[in-house]
């Protein structure tokens, strides 16, 4: 005769009531906003010291913020919680970059080339590590018609910025061999670059 094993009961299974998963949906809620919130304040007074004359505090501030959101990310577990965090590093890093960089030897329109080349590499290989695809990113031509009425406000904008600022001229003369350079240095690594960067990747 064969031998039949004892039937065993289960365990019992925990099964987390409704009231227990909202509770615990509202604490990490709640413990992600205070890292956000902790995160802004960080960058926030590493720039007021950045433009307080006291560049090299500010930054000390920028890297320690950055490192915290770099490891933060690394202990999250694959996510948008994690994406989110990864985002927010290119904050601190823009102005690490800008302030690091050796740029006094170089033209001016060039600076804006080389500190933009590697965040713009940056913005997308962040943006694939996360998983947005390009049009999560707004780089699509869907729609060209409303594309290209929303880029013609640029034309107003950027004339109402320049009475604001009246900055100085980057080109030597109103000449397209003068100014296409400085123009595609500036649509390439200022206007796409602050598109994919901020509206794209961290919105």
Known sequence: SRVIPPVTQPAAIQVATPDVQRASFRGRFKREHLMALVYLVGVTLAETLTLTRQPQWGMALHAGVMIAMLLQATLTERGPRQGFYISLTLAPLIRLMSLS?????????????????????????????????????????????????????????????????????LAAALTFKDIWLPAMILMIFTGLLEEVLFRGLMQ
Do not use: C, D, H, N
């Not at 006094?104 to 080349?117: D, E, L, N, R």
């Not at 940056?122 to 409303?146: C, D, H, N, Y």
């Open 101 to 169: 960089l050796p740029l006094p030897s170089y033209p001016f329109i060039f600076w804006y080339a080389i500190v933009g080349a590697p965040l713009l590499l940056a913005s997308f290989i962040a943006a694939r590590i996360i998983g947005l695809e390009a049009r999560m990113l707004g780089l699509t031509v869907r729609q060209p018609l409303k594309q290209g009425v929303i880029a013609s406000t640029g034309i107003l904008l950027g004339y109402m910025e320049y009475l604001i600022l009246r900055p100085q001229p």
